[in-house]
């Protein structure tokens, strides 16, 4: 099984500043099938990023991924107030299990 | 527009059995790989299960595995997750989600969750 870990835990940003979020795996991911997603409280998560560096349909060009092999970043251009959340990095694939990290709390300074 | 929807959550004892349904509408349910995702409120996301578009092909986590039974009735656009012999850490929400470019799991829609509590 592949462990994802993402770091920092929490980052602490101001609304205008620039998110880098990383998720490093425990062995190479086919860049094909690393997944991001964002969730805020009380809300099920939203598919940000699919394939390390494809938007989902609807999700602003501010949000961007990158990387391959075992380190993966989410990046936000500018933040938003509306970007404060959880983000989540998955591993996907064809074969389960699929695993996610343990989350990146973004919250605001 | 796309809208999952689940129910059947609440309070079971340990050893006890639950059926989770999800209600796809706003697509063509039986064309896409459905999931179910678990979350223990506060905690992270957790893969559980999958189904394949016409119910032949199902895989499970570990921890599941012999207790948990996903299904899909495609003429009734609805999934289930049949839990038996629940134990106190299948406490969570429960997501189910639909897999667009399955089987590849990056899921782009995901219904509002429904709560399951394994308490004496």
């Known amino acids: 099984e592949i462990v994802l870990t993402q770091s920092p835990g929490t980052l602490s940003l101001s609304p205008g500043e620039r998110a880098t979020l990383s998720c490093r795996a425990s062995?190479?991911?086919?860049?094909?099938?690393l997944a991001w997603y964002q969730q805020k409280p009380g809300q099920a998560p939203r598919l940000l990023i699919y394939?390390?560096?494809s938007r989902a349909t609807g999700i602003p060009d501010r949000f961007s991924g990158s990387g391959s092999g075992t380190d993966f970043t989410l990046t936000i251009s500018r933040l938003e107030p509306e970007d404060f959340a959880v983000y989540y990095c998955?591993?996907?694939?064809?074969?389960?299990?699929?695993?996610f990290g343990q989350g990146t709390k973004l919250e605001i300074k | 527009e796309v809208q999952l929807v689940e129910s059947g959550g609440g309070l079971v004892q340990p050893g006890g059995s639950l059926r989770l349904s999800c209600a796809a509408s706003?697509?063509?349910?039986?064309?896409?790989?459905m999931h179910w995702v678990r979350q223990v409120p506060g905690k992270g996301l957790v893969w559980v299960s999958r189904?394949?578009?016409?119910?032949?092909?199902?895989d499970y986590t570990d921890s599941v595995k012999g207790r948990f039974t996903i299904s899909r009735d495609n003429a009734k656009n609805t999934l289930y997750l049949q839990m038996n012999s629940l134990r106190a850490e299948d406490t969570a929400i429960y997501y189910c989600?639909?897999?667009?470019?399955?089987?590849?799991?990056?899921?782009?829609?995901w219904g509002q969750g429904t709560l399951v509590t394994v308490s004496s």
């Open positions: 989600a639909r897999d667009p470019r399955g089987p590849r799991a990056d899921l782009d829609y």
């Open positions: 706003g697509f063509t349910f039986s064309s896409y790989w």
């Open positions: 189904i394949n578009t016409d119910g032949s092909n199902t």
């Open positions: 062995q190479s991911v086919s860049s094909s099938y």
């Open positions: 394939g390390a560096s």
């Open positions: 998955q591993q996907c694939g064809s074969s389960p299990p699929y695993t």
